[in-house]
């Protein structure tokens, strides 16, 4: 038996930011990972930069600490008054640094085959011995037979769809009818940025959309367009004449954003595209369509980005998300169900795990139906990640415990980030530990 004081599965930004905090208290964590590293939306969805949530967040310690290790590594910008705009890249490396520092153990490539349930606790988590064998020798005496059983005290559910809630057998909130459309970003090398910065500030005057700024000798930009008629888009002529002469299809250019990436002079990455024909994204038909889709749409708009954008004119597909950007899924229901209306009147908890701006941001399938509603700063208190069916099984991320519209606030990295600390600090008061945060900045 392998004996934890915290399991945290999934090890994205929120599950990252729980096993760091979680580890600085001196408790014996464990991180498990179904990928070959961590990051989750960052590295694998591409989804950079991290969307600022106000001048009051709490719980920033290990979004500090990450801003930290990639500014070290030349892997992070501060622009547009956000820090958050990190090189996906090295921030596979970076966690690897930040989970070291932290006495975190990590599994990769590693899948919970089931769980062991014990009056309303989470008893063990089960993995196959094989699984485990490449990261601990001593396994491999054991009988093959045996499969290997994982006990902790807390355990952390940071997989986005929440399957380990699904498979202690939860109660969710989610229902079919809401539902976002998902996105696969992409990453474009050998841009001539400087040449495409001079063009795009010209074409476009609208500081609200773009913006291109040389910080430290490094040219930071971004741009945006969509076919929603809530503004007037500069680049929408280019759009609807590449449509007309084939080169896009219609629904391509439902939403398109690009913008620089930290340490990547010559690369350019893109939000898009939005893929508004399959949005069930519980279903693996579903989200195996949505992928053939995206790529045959990425494929066009790097032809168009050729044909129509100064600079881009030997430009190339350099990286393709190797997952879906996913904006809700699965959510659990919580001890306390945080609701819209806790986000428009700022409701006050006694234990928040995060203090956010960030507006209502839920984007629909169709035209002029997405939510952009801006917010004062509102709390989400820890009840909304703890189970209400199993007493040690706590969320982070994506699947917590609010209802749809909520959580199209509270799903951003920022605020993953704060939960993720949030929690850890919460496991830490139980076990009446303190929390080092010096130790991981040296």
Same mark, same amino acid.
């Given at each position: ?15 990252? %930011? ?12 464990? &991180?498990?990972? =179904? ?5 989750? !939306? ?7 930069? %991290? ?41 596979? #490396? ?36 094989? &699984? ?83 910080? @430290? ?42 913008? !620089? ?13 939005? #893929? #508004? ?19 045959? @749409? ?81 709390? &989400? ?20 415990? %609010? ?21 850890? =600090? ?17």
């Amino acid at each position: 038996m392998n004996n934890y004081d915290v399991v945290v599965i999934g090890g994205g930004t929120a599950g990252c %930011a729980v096993a760091y905090t979680a580890g600085l208290a001196g408790l014996k964590v464990l &991180l498990i990972e =179904k990928g070959i590293h961590l990051g989750g !939306t960052i590295t694998s969805a591409l989804v950079v930069p %991290a969307m600022k949530c106000g001048e009051h967040q709490i719980n920033t310690e290990f979004y500090d600490a990450l801003v930290s290790e990639l500014k070290k590594m030349g892997g992070q910008a501060t622009y547009l008054d956000n820090q958050g705009w990190f090189n996906p890249e090295l921030t596979k #490396i970076a966690l690897d640094n930040l989970m070291k520092n932290a006495s975190v153990e990590v599994f990769f490539d590693t899948h919970i085959q089931d769980v062991v349930i014990e009056n309303k606790k989470l008893k063990y988590i089960k993995i196959s011995k094989e &699984l485990l064998s490449v990261y601990n020798d001593t396994l491999e005496n054991i009988d093959k037979d045996l499969s290997v059983y994982i006990e902790a005290k807390y355990y952390v559910d940071a997989t986005g769809n929440c399957e380990i809630g699904k498979l202690c057998g939860c109660n969710f909130l989610e229902e079919k009818s809401e539902q976002q459309p998902v996105s696969l970003r992409f990453m474009m090398g050998g841009v001539d940025v400087p040449r495409f910065a001079e063009w795009l500030k010209n074409f476009d005057k609208d500081r609200n959309v773009t913006t291109v700024e040389d910080i @430290n000798d490094f040219i930071h930009l971004s741009t945006a367009y969509t076919w929603d008629k809530d503004k007037k888009w500069a680049l929408s002529p280019l759009f609807e004449d590449a449509v007309a002469k084939g080169i896009l299809k219609n629904h391509d250019r439902n939403y398109f954003q690009i913008f !620089t990436v930290a340490g990547m002079p010559t690369n350019i990455a893109f939000n898009c595209p939005r #893929i #508004i024909d399959y949005t069930d994204t519980l279903k693996v038909k579903n989200m195996s369509k949505a992928l053939q889709l995206a790529r045959q @749409n990425i494929y066009r708009l790097a032809d168009f980005c050729r044909k129509y954008l100064p600079g881009f004119e030997n430009a190339y597909i350099s990286n393709i998300a190797d997952m879906l950007g996913i904006r809700v899924s699965r959510r659990i229901k919580g001890k306390y169900i945080y609701t819209l209306d806790d986000v428009k009147s700022a409701k006050k908890f006694c234990h928040p795990v995060l203090v956010s701006n960030y507006p209502v941001d839920v984007h629909s399938n169709e035209k002029d139906k997405s939510t952009l509603d801006m917010v004062s700063d509102y709390q &989400l208190p820890i009840e909304s990640l703890m189970s209400a069916d199993i007493d040690n099984l706590f969320v982070a991320g994506r699947c917590i415990s %609010a209802d749809f519209m909520a959580q199209g606030a509270l799903r951003v990295q920022a605020s993953c980030f704060s939960m993720g600390v949030g929690l850890g =600090k919460y496991f830490a008061e139980l076990e009446h530990k303190n929390i080092n945060f010096e130790k991981a900045s040296k």
